[in-house]
């Protein structure tokens, strides 16, 4: 079986984290049992640009529950998770391409000998299989049926490439579920980043002023975890409508200029590109950390840092390096400017991507139906699967919810509301 991963003799490693993970996710654990008896993905060849963690090869184990066969390279060099690689190798004749740290021409090789299966299927988190397909093989475009895409980042790229009429295949927009918006985003990347920040620095949060850029999904999830742990947390935004609703909820809101001077940590979650840069740098205190929550490591101008310091970068503990600048004062930069949460930490936690991956694989099973009548766009998932997906995470979590009466919801027409007495 073809495959490129780091080191076979870890998969004992990959293999308990795996049963660890797949404890906390009934939801896939469900699916998969369906998927075993119903075989929606019979012979469908699949191919996943993931993070390479336990909670993806619980995903991709359900997949091949359901007739798939697997190929997976990883969606970040540094989130790879070799233990998780050897397991799939090892266990679950999954062909793995990933190894963390792999540069970036490597990174690109297992792109391509992931695509090399031909598939008929893809999974996405940042767009690179969908941007390799249509820049080194579009002689395999006609063979896609659709895919899925996890990050807002990739599904933006999505929609640029339909909006330009460059896209050649249907791509469901798996981010866009209410369900996957609202746990994925908020408490999973809260949680998850957070969580990178204090295994990378074990910093004391209490009493610090962490500064989030952006109040999107992610940003507000980190911005009330750091909040709940005695933060005092400032919002840096662009958008009038996200900046009032931050500043409603209770956070100071600066702009990143008045911000720089004022914070001990800061972390991007904006999407954007050079969300801190030289400007910003030049402001900070001694011994302020950075870091990113966003997909690509571009929201940190890291050559512009470089430029400042005239000694190399110091690795002063394994996810944070320190920038000397030239005025004496010392930068502390998280994981090189790539995502905090999963190149620090372990990423969201296996609950969390329970719900993710079920929308994922949900959405997946649906595409299969309808792709024959399906023209190249970004698509979201149906209303229905969504609510589908809440209902599964509630009764997972053993919560029991109301339905509304018949003819309830008719009192709120206009004709229909009780008339005032006399
Ligand atoms: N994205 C965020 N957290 C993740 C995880 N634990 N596994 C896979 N993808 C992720």
Redesign the pocket.
């Known amino acids: 079986m073809p495959a490129d991963i780091a080191d076979p003799t870890l998969a004992e490693s990959g293999r308990s984290r795996m049963a660890w993970a797949v404890r906390a996710m009934p939801i896939l654990r469900g699916i998969a049992a369906r998927f075993a008896e119903e075989r929606p993905f019979d012979g469908v060849r699949v191919a996943a640009c993931?993070?390479v963690?336990p909670?993806?090869g619980v995903f991709l184990r359900a997949l091949q529950a359901g007739g798939a066969q697997v190929r997976l390279c990883a969606s970040n060099p540094l989130a790879t998770q070799d233990d998780t690689a050897a397991a799939l190798v090892c266990d679950s004749g999954i062909s793995v391409f990933a190894r963390r740290g792999i540069d970036a021409v490597g990174y690109a090789g297992h792109i391509a000998a992931a695509l090399a299966m031909a598939p008929q299927l893809i999974f996405d988190?940042g767009c690179d299989l969908v941007t390799a397909l249509h820049t080194t093989r579009p002689d395999l475009l006609a063979g896609i049926r659709g895919g899925c895409e996890e990050t807002g980042t990739g599904v933006l790229w999505l929609r640029h490439m339909a909006r330009d009429g460059r896209l050649r295949f249907p791509m469901v927009a798996v981010n866009e579920n209410e369900t996957m918006r609202v746990v994925d985003n908020r408490y999973?990347t809260g949680q998850?980043t957070i969580d990178g920040l204090l295994r990378a620095t074990n910093l004391l949060l209490a009493g610090r002023t962490v500064v989030v850029a952006g109040y999107g999904p992610c940003g507000r999830g980190v911005a009330s975890r750091a909040k709940g742990m005695g933060a005092s947390v400032v919002v840096t935004e662009v958008d009038p409508t996200r900046a009032l609703e931050a500043a409603l909820e209770g956070y100071r809101v600066l702009p990143m200029a008045a911000a720089a001077a004022v914070g001990d940590v800061f972390l991007t979650a904006t999407g954007s590109r050079a969300v801190l840069r030289a400007e910003h740098f030049a402001q900070m205190k001694d011994g302020a950390i950075f870091g990113n929550v966003g997909h690509f490591d571009v929201e940190i101008d890291v050559p512009a840092l470089s430029r400042l310091s005239s000694s190399r970068p110091a690795p002063v503990r394994p996810h944070l390096q320190e920038y000397r600048l030239d005025d004496g004062r010392r930068l502390l930069l998280l994981t090189q400017g790539r995502l905090v949460?999963?190149a620090a930490a372990?990423?969201?936690p296996a609950a969390v991507?329970d719900l993710s991956f079920a929308g994922q694989a949900l959405a997946a099973e649906w595409l299969l139906r309808v792709a024959d009548s399906l023209t190249p766009d970004v698509y979201g998932i149906p209303a229905d699967l969504d609510a589908e997906i809440a209902g599964l995470v509630l009764d997972a979590m053993g919560i029991h919810i109301d339905r509304a009466v018949d003819g309830a919801l008719d009192s709120t027409l206009p004709d229909q509301r009780p008339r005032e007495a006399g």
Request: net charge negative; no cysteine; hydrophobic share 20%.
């Open positions: 993931l993070h963690t909670e993806t988190d999973g998850s949460n999963l372990e990423g969201h991507m």
